[in-house]
Every structure is written in C-alpha cells, then in structure tokens.
C-alpha cells in the first residue's frame, strides 16, 4: 500500500479517488502516522476469495527454518 501525506492527498484527492476505484489502496497519514486509507468500493470479496489469497500468501511465504517452531517466533518476538 503506497502513503500519501495529508496535504498532498487534500490536493491530489480526486486522483487518488480514481486510483482506488481501479483496486489500488492508499494510506494517507498525518504527522507521519496511518490515518486513513482510501480502498475501492468494491473491496467485498467472499470467503472463497479470501481463503484463496491467504493460501496465495501462505505459498509465497519462505519455510521456517529447520527446527524452528512458530512458538519460537512468538518467544523471540515477545522479547
């Protein structure tokens, strides 16, 4: 998802309107940080396409390393 700053995005508002109704999703932030994102209308999708593309990202994702549990992550990442 490509950011947009506030003013910026003020100025540019009805392109950016039309970049999302073309499936693009932008975040617009504030100060630096995500406050709003513009997605297309049409951003409904079932529960069969959503499955499908978590399984597209599932696939994509490199294997965890040899040994290493996705408790061991969840450890590491509490740390």
């Known amino acids: 998802m490509r950011t947009i700053g ?3 995005a003020k100025q540019k508002l009805s392109e950016l309107v039309e970049r999302a109704s073309e499936g693009e ?3 617009i932030t504030r100060r630096g940080k995500l406050a709003a994102v513009i997605a ?3 951003d409904d999708i079932g529960v069969k396409e959503a499955f499908a593309q978590i ?4 696939r994509s994702l ?4 040899k040994g290493t549990t996705i408790k061991d992550l969840i450890e590491e990442g509490r740390r």
């Open 6 to 8: 506030l003013f910026e």
């Open 40 to 42: 297309p209308a049409h």
């Open 62 to 65: 490199k294997p965890l390393p």
């Open 25 to 27: 999703r932008i975040g």
């Open 55 to 58: 399984d597209r990202i599932r």
